[in-house]
């Protein structure tokens, strides 16, 4: 399971007067070995395994409908420490046969450690719920054990969403960003992450609110947006109607919007209008691989 205490901001916290609070964190852990409840670490958790190998790297794997992609983490920086590698997503994309790939991924650069993995579903405790993109057969599958027997490594399995928007508050748009955070991923469908004073609230799926009679994302995606053939300001219309509906639901401090679409933001943002201000993602491709060799790295 995830972290239960806000680890996400664990490392911005004010010391007391006379106390350096990030040297007494990293002194505790090597003490114990382990993070303490009240005194989270600023390192991972739990180091690699591969020898020689820094305790700073972590190792995130992104599973999509036409893609597995994975690359070691530098969990200092938030970003890639090697260019990641990417095998197609087999087809049938049953749990074996991707599993298999993920083992791929993890050999390729002999990577023996933990891993986190993103996946396009609902997760709830490692159990597959849903299915985007891929073999309905991963409804009702553990994850987290497929993964493990398959690869031989402790595997972390998460909304491809919620570690996109772990690695934006951590590293990205909204670093050092305190109060109510909501990270979306605009694409096929919206994804969404919802953080609250630095703590994940899992599996929101905010994409598919009704919105009008529709599902949202059915009329707000970028999909959308290309099958109708709208332009840049019609469909900033539906962005500013399904924002404004979000907003009146969750009533976050920031908004940030990520997806490839968000590297045209100079064409569209301007045009959407909110109480909230909203800003471009900052990771974008490697966002779920960085969230996701974090959320392990972190994890009970």
């Given at each position: 399971?995830?972290?239960?205490?806000?680890?996400?901001?664990?490392?911005?916290?004010?010391?007391?007067?006379?106390?350096?609070?990030?040297?007494?964190?990293?002194?505790?852990?090597?003490?114990?070995?382990?993070?303490?409840?009240?005194?989270?670490?600023?390192?991972?958790?739990?180091?690699?395994?591969?020898?020689?190998?820094?305790?700073?790297?972590?190792?995130?794997?992104?599973?999509?409908?036409?893609?597995?992609?994975?690359?070691?983490?530098?969990?200092?920086?938030?970003?890639?420490?090697?260019?990641?590698?990417?095998?197609?997503?087999?087809?049938?994309?049953?749990?074996?046969?991707?599993?298999?790939?993920?083992?791929?991924?993890?050999?390729?650069?002999?990577?023996?450690?933990?891993?986190?993995?993103?996946?396009?579903?609902?997760?709830?405790?490692?159990?597959?719920?849903?299915?985007?993109?891929?073999?309905?057969?991963?409804?009702?599958?553990?994850?987290?054990?497929?993964?493990?027997?398959?690869?031989?490594?402790?595997?972390?399995?998460?909304?491809?969403?919620?570690?996109?928007?772990?690695?934006e508050v951590r590293f990205g748009a909204a670093h050092k960003h305190r109060g109510v955070v909501l990270v979306c991923t605009i694409g096929t469908g919206i994804g969404s992450a919802l953080?609250?004073?630095?703590?994940?609230?899992?599996?929101?799926?905010?994409?598919?609110?009704?919105?009008?009679?529709?599902?949202?994302?059915?009329?707000?995606?970028?999909?959308?947006?290309?099958?109708?053939?709208?332009?840049?300001?019609?469909?900033?219309?539906?962005?500013?109607?399904?924002?404004?509906?979000?907003?009146?639901?969750?009533?976050?401090?920031?908004?940030?919007?990520?997806?490839?679409?968000?590297?045209?933001?100079?064409?569209?943002?301007?045009?959407?209008?909110?109480?909230?201000?909203?800003?471009?993602?900052?990771?974008?491709?490697?966002?779920?691989?960085?969230?996701?060799?974090?959320?392990?790295?972190?994890?009970?």
């Amino acid at each position: 399971m995830l972290r239960s205490d806000p680890v996400l901001f664990a490392h911005e916290r004010e010391a007391e007067p006379g106390v350096e609070l990030p040297a007494l964190r990293n002194a505790l852990c090597i003490q114990n070995q382990q993070p303490s409840a009240h005194h989270p670490c600023t390192v991972p958790r739990r180091a690699p395994e591969n020898g020689g190998m820094s305790k700073h790297l972590g190792f995130g794997v992104d599973i999509g409908g036409s893609g597995i992609k994975g690359a070691p983490v530098d969990l200092h920086k938030g970003e890639l420490a090697e260019e990641r590698f990417r095998v197609p997503t087999p087809q049938p994309s049953t749990p074996e046969a991707v599993a298999e790939v993920v083992r791929e991924v993890l050999d390729h650069f002999k990577w023996d450690g933990e891993f986190g993995c993103t996946f396009p579903a609902v997760i709830q405790h490692g159990i597959v719920r849903t299915a985007a993109n891929v073999d309905d057969a991963w409804i009702g599958a553990d994850g987290h054990k497929l993964l493990e027997r398959v690869t031989g490594r402790r595997a972390l399995l998460v909304n491809d969403a919620d570690a996109a928007g772990v690695a934006e508050v951590r590293f990205g748009a909204a670093h050092k960003h305190r109060g109510v955070v909501l990270v979306c991923t605009i694409g096929t469908g919206i994804g969404s992450a919802l953080v609250v004073h630095g703590k994940l609230v899992p599996n929101t799926e905010l994409g598919h609110l009704e919105l009008d009679g529709h599902d949202a994302e059915s009329r707000a995606a970028d999909s959308a947006r290309e099958r109708e053939e709208l332009s840049w300001e019609a469909w900033a219309e539906r962005l500013t109607r399904y924002f404004r509906h979000v907003e009146d639901l969750f009533w976050p401090d920031l908004i940030v919007l990520g997806g490839g679409v968000s590297k045209k933001a100079d064409r569209w943002l301007p045009l959407v209008r909110t109480r909230t201000e909203i800003v471009p993602a900052k990771l974008r491709n490697s966002a779920g691989i960085v969230g996701a060799a974090v959320l392990a790295a972190e994890r009970d």
